[in-house]
């Protein structure tokens, strides 16, 4: 049984769940004596101190609550440091399980809604079904319990491959003639990941990406040669009418919202384009897409090419707590019993749930 007391204990890592539990031990009288982050972004969350790590007048002695998950090297660095009691974040998962509730509605992607819409029972149980493997029906039904009773035992582990490219799917980019439709495409690590498995088997990949800085880093990739015939273009698709995509680059980060034609500024926004179009305009036969929350109104937009070409489909379902059940529902409503549907976690957080569907025929 973990024992602490007030303001003699650290937290490390000043992130969602460092704060969400920083903000949970304080409603139960167990303030931290500071939060500890190699890179802290306030002075103070919540009237807690946050403190750069590694610092000299840090008690070592004193336990220390991990918050940290999919790093490599922070328990070692702990150790290495000198403390003499550390707190795994799994073990404090099971500690301070409502500390995990906090956290489910912080505002970040799936996260964005209150708990009870994050989950719909009755469209859950109807996907139940479709579902092609094991794997996918257990991962489905922890992704489910976690987000109704957050806690340890639900908590989706991610397998350890490289993201896109899972080794226990049957068929999976099993063409002669690849031609791919890359949709946030980011600096061309799955184009890097095609190159290296598929590099006599490309024939067409066409990535598609909203930052100028992630074009740059993709293009400088380009210069090392893959042997694969690549197009970049600028453009976002899942725009609805009316609107556009106004793109912000920052030092770390790019911010992406969809304004008012009306108020968009020359130079901030980014020409928008039609999903199925782009199928249409390349016949591509492999759809990947991860971008940040438009992923349903743009399979909207492709429906009449999936339902006609059935392209092998790598989709992302964590940007909006209805993704998981809405895109892979949809996908079923215009091409019925068509496609052998998986479910994947390739990241911590219940981020990076990845969708794959594939064709029967193959």
């Known amino acids: 049984m973990l024992k602490l007391k ?5 937290i490390y890592g000043g992130s969602h769940f460092g704060q969400a ?3 949970y031990l304080c409603q139960i009288g167990l303030k931290p004596k500071a939060i500890l982050d190699r890179c802290p972004k306030a002075s103070h969350f919540d009237r807690t101190p946050c403190i750069t ?3 000299l007048k840090i008690e070592k002695k004193l336990p220390i609550l991990v918050t ?3 790093f ?12 003499e009691e550390i707190i795994e974040t799994l073990d404090v998962f099971s500690a301070f399980p409502k500390a995990l509730e906090i956290l489910n509605e912080c505002g ?18 109807q996907l139940q079904s479709l579902w092609a493997d094991r794997h996918s029906k257990e991962t489905f039904d922890k992704i489910v319990n976690y987000r109704t009773t957050p806690c340890a035992l639900y908590y989706p582990h991610p397998q350890r491959y490289e993201m896109y490219f899972p080794p226990d799917i049957p068929k999976l980019y099993d063409y002669l003639d690849l031609r791919v439709l890359d949709v946030g495409a980011f600096d061309g690590d799955t184009l890097d990941g095609f190159a290296r498995r598929f590099k006599d088997k490309v024939s067409d990949y066409v990535a598609i990406e909203v930052s100028e800085k992630n074009i740059q880093k993709l293009n400088e990739r380009l210069l090392s040669n893959f042997g694969v015939p ?3 273009i600028r453009t976002a698709v899942g725009v609805p009418k009316g609107c556009s995509l106004k793109v912000v680059e920052m030092e770390s980060a790019t911010v992406v919202e969809l304004v008012d034609d009306k108020d968009s500024e020359e130079g901030s926004f980014v020409q928008s384009s039609n999903l199925g179009d782009l199928l249409h305009r390349f016949q591509s036969n492999i759809l990947k897409m991860d971008i940040e929350g438009a992923d349903f109104a743009a399979i909207k937009q492709a429906s009449d090419y999936i339902a006609k070409h059935l392209p092998t489909l790598a989709l992302s379902l964590y940007h909006c707590p209805k993704d998981l059940w809405e895109i892979p529902l949809y996908i079923e409503s215009i091409a019925p019993n068509t496609y052998n549907f998986y479910l994947r976690q390739e990241g911590h957080w219940l ?12």
């Open 6 to 10: 007030s303001e003699q204990f650290y």
């Open 21 to 23: 539990l920083n903000t």
């Open 53 to 55: 790590f590694p610092a």
């Open 68 to 70: 940290i998950l999919g």
């Open 72 to 83: 490599d090297g922070v328990y070692e660095s702990l150790n290495d440091y000198g403390f």
């Open 108 to 125: 970040v992607l799936w996260m964005q809604a209150p708990r009870e819409y994050q989950v719909d029972q009755v469209k859950c149980a």
């Open 230 to 232: 690549v197009k970049v």
């Open 351 to 362: 981020l990076e749930t990845q969708f794959y569907a594939v064709p029967k025929f193959l």
